[in-house]
Nanobody, 124 residues
Framework: QVQLVESGGGLVQAGGSLSLSCAAS????????MGWFRQVPGKEREFVAA????????SCAASVKGRFTISRDNAKKTVYLQMNNLKPEDTAVYYC?????????????????WGQGTQVTVSS
């Protein structure tokens, strides 16, 4: 199992950038595919991006493609979400997630563990 703690959320103006981090505790970090989801009031939690255990495969939602980049550092047991050219519609609570299947990605990413979430607010 793994515990996840997000950080880096905050307020940013449209067009700006923000970096989120998710620190994981556990004994087999590289055995987990990692990802990010986001949620706003009245909507289902939606997939944002995922990365396989080795970092070899990446996936992201069409709405953030070209703007967000997911990465991981297995030595540091940390996954990142670099968010560029932010838009007001990116405003949400962002959640870090872990999938026990190391090769999971895209819509097949099925989280087994969740972080507590971090608020990202993009002003116009």
């Amino acid at each position: 199992q793994v515990q996840l703690v997000e950080s880096g959320g905050g307020l940013v103006q449209a067009g700006g950038s923000l970096s989120l981090s998710c620190a994981a505790s556990g004994r087999s970090f590289s055995s987990y595919a990692m990802g990010w989801f986001r949620q706003v009031p009245g909507k289902e939690r939606e997939f944002v991006a995922a990365i396989t255990g080795s970092g070899g495969s990446l996936s992201c939602a069409a709405s953030v493609k070209g703007r967000f980049t997911i990465s991981r550092d297995n030595a540091k047991k940390t996954v990142y979400l670099q968010m560029n050219n932010l838009k007001p519609e990116d405003t949400a609570v962002y959640y870090c997630a872990a999938d026990r299947r190391a090769t999971s990605y895209g819509l097949g990413f099925q989280p087994d563990y969740w972080g507590q979430g971090t608020q990202v607010t993009v002003s116009s």
